[in-house]
């Protein structure tokens, strides 16, 4: 059974840095692409960011793209999002994705297993 757990998120001041982490068991983790999404209340799931198998690839929202980073650790089972200059606007719930393919996908029905999700909060 494949799980996925998020930790990480919290409550920080605007332009502040958050790192939030999501470990993968039940999978073969280094074959999967690996994405972030992110919920805001009243908003749809929106795409974050994305991550090869290998981690040669990576993909960012135009939203985040400069502010966040995404990078894995294939040997810890472990994807991990970088995030700085937060906004309140990044208020969210924010979950990681696990896709059955290494290829970067950038759309929530592409992905295969969820985590469930951890708040970020970002204060103006």
């Known amino acids: 059974q494949v799980h996925l757990v998020e930790s990480g998120g919290g409550l920080v001041q605007a332009g502040g840095s958050l790192r939030l982490s999501c470990v993968a068991s039940g999978l073969t983790f280094s074959r999967n692409a690996m994405g972030w999404f992110r919920q805001a209340p009243g908003k749809e799931r929106e795409f974050v960011a994305a991550i090869s198998w290998s981690g040669d690839n990576t993909h960012y929202a135009d939203s985040v793209k400069g502010r966040f980073t995404i990078s894995r650790d294939n040997a810890k089972n472990t994807v991990y999002l970088q995030m700085s200059s937060l906004k309140p606007e990044d208020t969210a719930v924010y979950y990681c994705?696990?896709?059955?393919?290494?290829?970067?996908?950038?759309?929530?029905?592409?992905?295969?297993?969820w985590g469930q999700g951890t708040q970020v909060t970002v204060s103006s």
């Open positions: 994705a696990a896709d059955r393919f290494g290829v970067v996908r950038l759309t929530s029905n592409e992905y295969d297993y």
